[in-house]
């Protein structure tokens, strides 16, 4: 079983039929990531180059080739950041940051032997973001990155040269004590083991043939 599979209780997540204020019973304070604002960009970037390391298997025969590459992580690193508000629009703020995505590189070496490698693409990134007023608690900038890659060119030695789709989402959050709505706890239903039946099928078939 699960929350999702015919398991009937009020105190599950799921739609909410009938009226949404019965069951309510507290209010509840959680502790919790708040965004206050985020934007997404998404792009198709032309001519990345891609220093390979950690190879492996070791010591391939060149020259590769390319098949494909890809994000590893979902949380990009943020440097050089700088936050500037904007005089003009309260409460709004220049964000500007270089984020660098580490990226997986699958590939085949002369001998037809397969492989990985990682490496690592940095891109700038200069957006307008509200930001909240101060207080004592700070908030912080967060890149949600992706990245996927099936064209390439092997442009010398560990280097490829390849055209990239990214998506980056850029968030306000912050840590905080929020208090919300609660139908109280929930109820956890047991699992579902997961079983191959050998049988299915053979079982529900006649004696004979009709």
Known sequence: MSFF????????????NGNPINGLCEKVCIQAKKVFDACMQQSQLNG???????????????????????STVSQGVISNLLIEPLGERQG????????????????????????????????????????PS??????????????????????????????????IILKIVMEVELLIPSYGYTAIPPCQEYTQEVCAGFFELPMYPE
């Open 92 to 131: 709004s703020a220049r964000v500007k940051a270089d984020i660098t995505i580490p990226v997986s590189v699958a590939y085949t070496d002369a001998n037809g032997v397969e492989g990985v490698a990682t490496s690592s693409i940095t891109i700038n990134k200069d957006v307008i973001l509200n930001i």
């Open 5 to 16: 599979c015919n398991f009937q209780s009020d105190r599950c997540p799921g739609q909410i």
């Open 134 to 167: 101060a207080s004592i608690m700070p908030y912080s900038v967060e890149a949600i990155v992706s990245l996927i890659s099936t064209q390439g060119t092997y442009t010398g030695e560990n280097e490829f040269t390849i055209d990239a789709c990214v998506s």
């Open 48 to 70: 990345v180059v891609l220093t390979l390391s950690n190879l492996t298997p070791a010591n391939p025969t060149y020259p590769l080739t390319f098949i494909s590459a890809k």
